[in-house]
Nanobody, 125 residues
Framework: QVQLVESGGGLVQAGGSLRLSCAASGRSFSTYVMSWFRQAPGKEREFVAAVSSVRSTMYADSVKGRFTISRDNTQNMLYLLMDRLKPDDTAVYLC???????????????????WGQGTQVTVSS
């Protein structure tokens, strides 16, 4: 089992940057596919980015070129560097751990066996 705790959210102006962190506890962090999802009020949870156990990465089209996902297996940490933020990026950001890495299914159930509680990101215009 894996426990996940996100941090690093906050209020930022459009065009600014934030770095989110996700601390994982439990065994075998390095073997999990790690991902970030986000959920805005009244909207479904949506895929943002993922990194595999061998550090292959995948991004949603809406964040490609602006966000960078990375992991530190020595520290059991997952990161999301967000640059050139837009008001549409406002959401609760959640990290997830799972066993699948697929370009055919971006649903939360496909990626997340374990979930954190989330951290709020608010981008003002």
């Amino acid at each position: 089992q894996v426990q996940l705790v996100e941090s690093g959210g906050g209020l930022v102006q459009a065009g600014g940057s934030l770095r989110l962190s996700c601390a994982a506890s439990g065994r075998s962090f390095s073997t999990y596919v790690m991902s970030w999802f986000r959920q805005a009020p009244g909207k479904e949870r949506e895929f943002v980015a993922a990194v595999s156990s061998v550090r292959s990465t995948m991004y949603a089209d809406s964040v490609k070129g602006r966000f960078t996902i990375s992991r530190d297996n020595t520290q059991n940490m997952l990161y999301l560097l967000m640059d050139r933020l837009k008001p549409d990026d406002t959401a609760v950001y959640l990290c997830a751990a799972g066993r699948r890495y697929t370009a055919n299914d971006y649903s939360p159930s496909a990626w997340g066996d374990y979930w954190g509680q989330g951290t709020q990101v608010t981008v003002s215009s």
